[in-house]
């Protein structure tokens, strides 16, 4: 059983910075690709960024400039630094991995963890 856990969102104001944390547990043998991604209510989930095993990184062009991702393998745990943050970034942001158990390798995803940019 594996499982994704997700904190650290909260309420800020705009310009402010928050600092997400994703820590997988669980049957893990090897972890590949580690992302996040969020949805806003109405609209559909979407990227935010994604890093790879090696430490290729990928944004969505919207948060370019303002947003960091990282892991640490070690650590099994992927982080998302957020900065200058604006109103529209308010959403659920959610942690994503593909993970290499001894039977199989998967997609997994957390809870979810709510983030709100608002004065």
């Known amino acids: 059983q594996v499982q994704l856990v997700e904190s650290g969102g909260g309420l800020v104001q705009p310009g402010g910075s928050l600092r997400l944390s994703c820590a997988a547990s669980g049957s893990i043998f090897s972890i590949y690709g580690m992302g996040w991604y969020r949805q806003a209510p109405g609209k559909q989930r979407e990227l935010v960024a994604r890093?790879?095993?090696?430490?290729?990184?990928n944004y969505a062009e919207s948060v370019k400039g303002r947003f960091t991702i990282s892991r640490d393998n070690a650590k099994n745990t992927v982080y998302l630094q957020m900065n200058s943050l604006k109103p529209e970034d308010t959403a659920v942001y959610y942690c994503?991995?593909?993970?290499?158990?001894?039977?199989?390798?998967?997609?997994?995803w957390g809870q979810g963890t709510q983030v709100t940019v608002s004065s």
């Open positions: 994503n991995a593909d993970i290499l158990t001894m039977v199989t390798i998967a997609d997994y």
């Open positions: 890093i790879s095993s090696t430490g290729s990184r």
